[in-house]
């Protein structure tokens, strides 16, 4: 990619200013420049984006960053600053704005350039979502307008999953499922790309998997985790229940039952009770280290060895 120059006349109309106080900013060491041999001054989007954050300019930066999306340099530094509601905030212009394109442009340049799939979906993903969800039930966006967002961020995410490097496979198996009919499936779907990139063999089953389809997974493929993942549940005591059967389909087979989803409902559901699951999972990051946190036994045991 090439990096993006402007001049000062261009500067100036971006931040909304005469060139006379774009120059005087140079001459005061404010916004960084340099010359060509001819004496006029040229600025690099990096260097603006720095001026724009260090001195809270008035301009958006929602509209400053599609701009220069091609330049690389802007966009680490972005990342490095860990400016991630900048992101967020592209992230959530595209979605609701229906620009598919840009939004899978967008998730290729951020990971491209250092960004790793755990903050992607843990730092700009999920806030990207709370906030149409926050307008979905203020009222502010429209029934479609919701579909469209969440359809765009789907793609975007399984798109995603054609540039993410993929190791070596380590040999584990993974169910995946959303156990609620009508959930999203956004984040379930980032956690399959994110499973993969550890070299996980990920069998997702989707949303609204019923506690029976689990367990005949786990009984038929032995996998060495179960990632159950759930938002809103509707029922305290069936999704204990739910939990609880997983739990006991998993246990000869040495299977650890890893959920996640809405940290604070789970913590609420579960306090005082036995434990139902094996990991709780609040982040990507956490589901990123699993398989360090909760070893498995390499030991499958057969259906016939089962007591």
């Not at 212009?93 to 598919?100: E, W």
């Amino acid at each position: 990619m090439t990096e993006v120059l402007l001049n000062t006349l261009e500067v100036s109309r971006m931040l909304q200013v005469d060139k006379s106080t774009v120059k005087r900013w140079t001459d005061e060491g404010k916004l960084k420049c340099f010359r060509t041999p001819g004496g006029h001054r040229k600025f690099r989007a990096e260097d603006l984006h720095q001026f724009i954050s260090e001195y809270n300019y008035g301009i958006s930066q929602v509209n400053f960053y599609p701009q220069f999306a091609s330049d690389e340099a802007i966009i680490r530094s972005i990342i490095t600053r860990k400016e991630y509601h900048v992101l967020t905030n592209v992230c959530f212009s595209a979605s609701i704005n229906g620009r598919k394109d840009e939004l899978v442009k967008f998730f290729t340049e951020v990971y491209k350039n250092g960004l790793t799939l755990p903050l992607l979906f843990d730092e700009i993903l999920r806030p990207a979502i709370q906030r149409i969800t926050d307008l979905n039930i203020s009222g502010k966006l429209s029934a479609a307008e919701i579909q469209l967002a969440f359809n765009v961020l789907s793609t975007g995410v399984v798109l995603l999953s054609d540039i993410v490097a993929k190791p070596t496979p380590n040999g584990k198996k993974a169910i995946c499922a959303t156990v609620e009919p009508d959930a999203v499936d956004i984040l379930l779907k980032a956690l399959v790309v994110l499973l993969e990139s550890e070299g996980y063999e990920v069998l997702n089953l989707g949303i609204g998997a019923g506690t029976d389809v689990v367990c005949q997974l786990i009984e038929s493929r032995k996998p060495q985790y179960v990632f159950l993942c759930a938002f809103h549940p509707a029922s305290a005591g069936t999704m204990l229940d739910k939990l609880k059967t997983v739990m006991e389909t998993s246990a000869p087979f040495g299977t650890k039952v890893i959920i996640g989803g809405d940290a604070q409902t789970f913590q609420k559901l579960t306090a005082g009770v036995q434990p139902v699951y094996d990991k709780l999972c609040p982040t990507f990051k956490d589901f990123a280290n699993v398989h360090h946190d909760v070893p498995v036994n390499q030991q499958i045991v057969t259906g016939s060895n089962r007591k």
